[in-house]
């Protein structure tokens, strides 16, 4: 039972929370105007603190661009812009609640500038104090979009600087409260936003939270000699990993638990993946240096890396990668620099965006990942990533690997899953890394932005390779600073547990399969607020498109050019398993620079039995990649493997994502997004194929002449 | 052929300049007459034209054998090993002699034979034709006019025959000016906007030193600025650094004095010389040719190397000049030193921003045409096409190609042609294949009667020009457009890398999205075609069936359905139509049926057509 839920959906009603430290100068403001408060369109719990009509949004800092006319509110959850509708006008559905182009989220606001054509622009925080009334507001993004905001020229209106400073105090207020993960505020939204007529997912995405998602998924990948492990159920083996875990098959649960004391936060090697030739892609912690393994601990330990192979290849992940501080400094590097008044000449724009280093980062990533996954394609055997903590770089390189090596990873649902499986039940500690709740900077990084980066790229060398485009990335770059999800709030599935039975008030059990079940999915939709939801209802996934972004601009995540690859593994002739047992002692090998190198002291300890002898040991890195042809940088689709260029040319910027903030410097027509082009020309062949079998009335020969001639072209 | 002293060589390796492991191919060397050609095991041919050759290079010996290689002008590099040293000089003499022709019919234009009738290779010539040009653009008019004056080559060695000038400017004036200007290149018409009624103009720099002045010459552009009613004032736009062009008038050159001449707007624009550009390039390769080539060294590499600069330079350049056209209605005269190399680049580009026209296929001949080849580009000397002065190479025609491609990636809707097209005139510049670009100017062309002996690139060009084809041109999109405004900022110029790299197939791009739009464009026409083919049936069973009416006498009462038949002969037949015709007539309701069955089948067209008129014989 939730007893303090209510149904409600007009925002006034909702009182502002007691904990919010609100001026009496706020409230009383609020009070006196009652009518845009009305007219906007609030998520519970949220409630408008300014709001001043007549704004007009510029789409650029110069006056050339168009500008829209509209109210600006101020809200205890974001700023929100919503434009005029004019009279006669069909009013626009807003059928999502953050507009992606008018909606900033108050932990996504980077800076504050108010501008005036009497005194310099000011940046603002909740202390400063404005001593002119603005003119201009501009907002600085930390997903790089940039909205300006002009108010109506007397100027002098009160109203641009109360919500002007109402915008900086709450930005600042909301870092203090971190009222994003305060439960009582946020458990109606889903219900609220859902539309009933939304139709239901035929295949949702596997949040991996119950056994069902990981024995699907395990089904999926279809490898004998893998089971779904509970050992982690309580999470009282290792609190930073997920409840279940692919393990071998041959290694029994007991067996299992003397490997969690010697890897660092006690993450043991886990699948992450299986090539359909029978090679194992794992992830793993390092090694606790200070554990003193006994004999039975070696043995499991070295079956869950060898995982029924006779070799094993460690990755370092850490090696040739940058550290998540790295990242964050190119990240902010990057963002100073394609800011729209950037301090770097134009004719230094390339030594300057070398100097991020950012495009140096996706490159060596990239790289790494199509080492690893051409390594998985050409030989068998277990392929281990390790970093120190394996939340970081293991969670990129593992995805990133998939996305080369696994067609099913590259549909949007496949996406979805390898997000959620190896970002969110892995560990990645967003909370941290994204510090959208602004407690410190001292862990931030982007580590998941260089991720989608690296998949742009690919994107960007494949195009038919995948089933989603440019715009769906977007989206979840810019989803993710969105706090109203639940999908990167928490760092790992214990925390996000924690929360949920502290959320569920009534519920005295956590359910053994987890609370995300089938059943409680069908219900929820359905459910008014006051009914009893499981602990799930909390905040919704990310996944839930529906909720923010519109029909059409979802219709945009397509990717037209996309050409099926068989979604069906199937195992090259001549590669069935051989099964090696336990007992048969492995070579193991390290990765390093794109040549494979034996590693005679893999454990920090002494008494492996891997490093005594190894069967099959190879003299030098060099024979090794001789021998098969190891992969070289030609291109080739080895099998279904990506072979991605990592040259310095091949690697470009992200333009429609880091340049959003300035479209003058964008040029003056922007080109069609090819997408919605190529959507035309399917359009255009549906036509033709409909005339094909109904003869029916055929296009005019000018229009189906030239692929691009019917569209208009976009401005 | 007295150079070649070995034709063949077995057991060579062909290194990947991009791989990291040092992968090679095997295969066999052998050298023709007029290319290198090299087979690999695979049986995979690369051929090397001798005249694309542009550096050999013997490298010290290794263990492997003696490593050759070769540098061409369309960017490909190629390093073979030749497993014996002797084997390895005599090819690399015999490449250094065969790759410096002397005289001009030791170009392999001359030997070229693509077994054309004599008529065709005429009618390729005339497939350009600079008159008609002309006359598209709206001149001759009132106030131009097809001067005479250099019918001869009597006033300028270096222009065309046919000159349009200001119909107010007479021979005298114009011998006079020519007398004032460099190589006597005085002011003539390059292009003429009908809309604005101004024009662009090009010349050589006065020889106006610090103060000598010329009458003839202020009148001149006088009288192009009264050829353009619309405006009273005239800019004209030195392409060269102010600092350059300074320095031009202690040799007794130099820019015209703004004092001297009424009515004109002066302006630099800063585009540097030949020389400048020249060691830019090789800068640009050193960095592109970096073998590891990192994004960190590549990208300050690129900037270091100053090329994007200086296309940007041309680029600026070329919006300057269209904007006064555009805005200001004003008629521009643009120089730089000899009116060959900057000012062909600007005036092109320019007219290339300011018409459609030039935007399509065949325009962009034209262009080429009438602003490079015609107005005497040193293609030979800019091209080493003969052994000769290494300090006249310079990338100018690539720069202007590489400027049109920073404007497709801009503007993906604007142009019919796509990158390939591009890349094969270019290729085709330095081949000597065809006629087009040999020589320096046309007078030289006509002494070497290029249109008899050799061939013409465009209709082989025109031939193929579905490989051309940008698929997302969209003509009206195009034609709508007065002017196009590219963005110039830094940022939005990119390494041209399948110019660069057109011939390192690691750095190509994986799938490329205009192949996948071209593929899916074809599908849809081979679906209209069917469409087509499906519709004639109906007409041929329309037509039986309206036999089948005329024996039963049924006609005279449907007179509705006579007429609709009529109508089927409309090329595109609305198939609904032609399904409610048999509708419509009542007799055939069990046969329609059965004509739907056997489209269902879709049986081949042939087949019912013989059915039909099986029956219609009947």
């Known amino acids: ?715 | 052929m007295e150079h070649i002293r070995t034709t063949k060589v077995e057991q060579v390796k062909l290194l990947d300049r991009f791989s990291t492991n040092n992968k090679s191919l095997t295969g066999t060397l052998y050298l023709t007459a007029t290319h290198l050609l090299f087979i690999d095991s695979g049986q995979k041919e690369t051929w090397i034209l001798h005249h694309h050759i542009a550096a050999v290079e013997k490298l010290a010996l290794t263990t492997s054998g003696c490593p050759l290689v070769i540098q061409c002008k369309n960017f490909r590099i190629v390093h073979f090993i030749v497993p014996r040293e002797r084997d390895c000089h005599d090819i690399y003499n015999s490449l250094l002699q065969l790759s410096r022709p002397v005289r001009y019919d030791e170009l392999y234009a001359f030997s070229y034979n693509p077994k054309q009738k004599e008529s065709e290779q005429v009618k390729g010539w005339q497939l350009i034709d600079l008159a008609e040009e002309y006359k598209r653009m709206g001149v001759p008019n009132t106030n131009w006019q097809l001067s005479d004056a250099n019918r001869d080559y009597k006033v300028c060695e270096t222009y065309p025959r046919d000159l349009y000038v200001p119909r107010i400017a007479s021979k005298p004036i114009i011998v006079g000016s020519s007398k004032f200007r460099s190589k006597g290149r005085f002011p003539v018409l390059s292009y003429y906007h009908k809309d604005k009624e101004a024009a662009i103009c090009r010349c050589s720099q006065p020889l106006s030193g610090f103060s000598a002045r010329c009458l003839e010459d202020e009148h001149m552009l006088q009288a192009i600025s009264k050829a353009n009613p619309a405006n009273r004032y005239m800019y004209v736009m030195d392409t060269r650094p102010k600092l350059n062009a300074m320095a031009n008038r202690a040799a007794g050159k130099g820019y015209e004095n703004e004092d001297n001449y009424s009515n004109i707007r002066f302006q630099f624009v800063g585009i540097e010389n030949i020389h400048v550009m020249r060691s830019s390039l090789q800068k640009l390769l050193e960095v592109s040719g970096i073998r590891g080539l990192s994004v960190n060294d590549f990208l300050s590499g690129l900037e270091n190397s100053g090329w994007l600069r200086h296309i940007k330079a041309v680029l600026d350049a070329a919006v300057v000049l269209a904007k006064a056209i555009v805005v200001e209605n004003a008629s521009v005269l643009v120089h730089c030193s000899d009116g060959w190399d900057r000012t062909s680049q600007v005036c092109s580009l320019g007219a290339l921003l300011l018409d459609s026209y030039y935007r399509t296929i065949k325009g962009f001949m034209v262009l080429i045409e009438k602003d490079w080849i015609s107005f005497g580009h040193k293609f030979s000397d800019r091209c080493c096409q003969l052994d000769g002065d290494p300090k006249e190479i310079s990338p100018v025609f690539t720069q202007f190609l590489e400027c049109v491609w920073n404007l497709t990636e801009q503007f993906p809707q604007a142009f019919e042609y796509n990158e390939a097209f591009l890349l094969q005139i270019h290729e085709h510049v330095h081949s000597c294949q065809f006629g087009n670009f040999l020589g320096n100017c046309q007078k030289e062309r006509e002494e070497l009667k290029l249109r008899e002996k050799t061939y013409s690139l465009w209709p082989f060009l025109l031939d193929e020009q579905k490989k051309y084809l940008n698929p997302l041109y969209n003509p009206d999109f195009s034609r709508k457009l007065t002017l196009l405004e590219p963005n110039t900022v830094s940022l939005n110029f990119k390494f041209w890398r399948n110019m660069y790299h057109q011939f390192d197939r690691t750095m190509h791009p994986r799938q490329s999205v205009y192949n996948l739009i071209m593929d899916m464009n074809e599908q849809n026409k081979q679906l209209e075609r069917d469409m087509k083919e499906l519709e004639a049936k109906i007409k041929v069973r329309n037509k039986q069936q309206n036999a089948v009416l005329t024996k039963e006498p049924l006609q005279s009462v449907h007179p509705t359905l006579k007429t609709q038949c009529f109508k089927k002969d409309q090329p595109l037949l609305p198939g609904n139509d032609a399904i409610r015709t048999i509708e419509g007539s009542n007799t055939a309701d069990n046969r329609y049926s059965e004509y739907m069955e056997e489209f269902s089948k879709a049986e081949p067209a042939v087949v019912s057509l013989e059915y039909g008129v099986a029956r219609m014989t009947c």
């Not at chain 1, 995405?205 to 056994?211: A, H, K, N, V, W």
């Not at chain 1, 699907?216 to 990993?241: C, I, K, Y």
């Not at chain 1, 931030?444 to 715009?471: G, H, I, N, S, Y």
Request: net charge neutral; hydrophobic share 40%.
């Open chain 1, 1 to 715: 039972m939730l007893p303090t839920a209510k149904s409600s959906f007009k925002v006034r009603q909702q009182e502002p929370g007691a904990g919010q430290p609100r001026g009496p100068k706020f409230s009383s403001a609020n009070a006196k105007r009652n009518r845009p408060c009305q007219a906007f369109p609030g998520i519970p719990g949220e409630f408008v603190l300014e709001a001043a009509p007549g704004v007009r949004r510029s789409l650029g800092a110069s006056l050339r661009f168009d500008s829209i006319l509209g109210t600006l509110f101020c809200t205890n959850r974001r700023v929100a812009f919503v434009p005029d509708v004019p009279p006669g006008a069909k009013a626009h559905p807003r059928c999502s609640f953050l507009h992606s182009e008018y909606d900033v989220a108050l932990p996504c606001i980077g800076k504050l500038v108010a501008a005036s054509s009497v005194s310099k622009a000011k940046v603002l925080t909740a202390s400063s104090s404005l001593k002119f009334v603005p003119e201009e507001l501009v907002l600085y993004c930390r997903d790089f979009r940039v909205l300006h905001f002009r108010f109506p020229e007397s100027g002098l209106e009160p109203g641009a600087f109360r919500v002007t400073m109402a915008i900086a105090r709450a930005q600042e207020s909301d870092r203090d409260v971190a009222a994003w993960s305060d439960p009582t505020q946020l458990r109606n939204l889903e219900n609220a936003q859902r539309s009933p007529e939304e139709e239901e997912d035929p295949a949702p995405t596997l949040l991996f939270e119950s056994l069902q998602d990981w024995e699907q998924e395990l089904r999926r990948l279809g490898p004998a000699g893998w089971r779904v492990s509970v050992a982690n159920e309580r999470f009282d083996m290792a609190t930073s990993l997920p409840r279940y875990l692919w393990v071998p098959s041959q290694l029994l649960d007991n067996e299992l638990k003397r490997a969690f004391a010697h890897f660092n936060q006690r993450r043991i090697p886990r699948l992450c993946w299986r090539h359909p030739g029978g090679s194992d892609l794992l992830r793993a912690a390092s090694f606790h240096a200070a554990s003193d393994p006994e004999k039975e601990d070696t043995r499991a330990v070295e079956a869950l890396l060898l995982a029924g192979h006779a070799r094993c290849v460690v990755v370092d992940t850490v090696a040739d990668l940058p550290s998540p501080t790295e990242i964050q400094l190119a990240h902010v590097r990057l963002r100073t620099l394609c800011l729209p008044d950037p301090a770097v000449a134009d004719e230094k724009w390339l030594s300057a965006l070398e100097g991020t280093r950012w495009l140096d980062h996706v490159r060596a990533c990239v790289r790494k990942a199509s080492d690893v996954a051409v390594l998985l394609a050409e030989r068998r055997c277990s392929v281990v990533l390790q970093e120190s903590d394996d939340r970081d770089l293991n969670c990129l390189v593992a995805s990133l690997v998939q996305l080369l090596a696994d067609p099913h990873a590259r549909t949007q649902l496949g996406f979805q899953n390898l997000v959620q499986r190896e970002w969110v039940a892995a560990g990645h500690p967003f909370a941290q890394r994204l510090n959208l709740c602004r407690d410190g900077d001292r862990g931030e990084a982007p580590v998941f932005q260089l991720f989608l980066d690296c998949t742009w790229q690919l994107l960007r060398q494949f195009p038919a390779a995948f089933a989603f485009a440019e715009a769906y990335l977007l989206a979840l770059h810019d989803s993710s600073y969105v706090p109203f999800f639940s999908t990167f709030l928490f760092s790992c599935q214990w925390e996000r547990s924690r929360r949920g039975q502290h959320r569920a008030f009534g519920q005295l059990y956590t359910p053994v399969n987890g609370w995300r079940d089938a059943p409680n999915l069908k219900i929820l939709p359905q459910a008014s607020c006051s009914a009893p939801a499981g602990g799930g209802a909390c905040l919704p996934s990310i996944w839930t498109w529906a909720l923010h972004y519109s029909a059409q601009q979802r219709a945009q995540f397509q990717n037209t050019v996309y050409t099926r690859a068989s979604d069906g593994h199937t195992a090259p002739p001549g590669c069935s398993k051989l099964k090696a047992t336990l007992s048969e002692t492995g070579a193991v090998f390290l990765l390093a620079r794109g040549a494979l190198a034996p590693q005679p002291h893999l454990f920090p300890w002494k008494n492996g039995s891997l490093v005594k002898k190894g069967p099959w040991r190879v003299p030098s890195s060099d024979s090794l990649s001789d021998q098969q042809g190891w992969p070289s940088s030609y291109p080739a689709l080895l099998g279904e493997v990506l072979v991605p260029a990592c040259v310095g040319p091949a690697i470009q910027l992200w333009r429609r994502c880091y340049l959003r903030g300035s479209p003058e410097r964008q040029h003056g027509l922007f080109p069609p997004t090819l997408s919605g082009l190529t959507e035309e020309l399917e359009l255009l062949q549906e036509c033709l194929n409909d005339g094909h079998w109904r003869a029916a009335a055929p296009p005019s020969p000018a229009e189906s002449e030239e692929a691009g001639s019917p569209l208009s072209p976009s401005r």
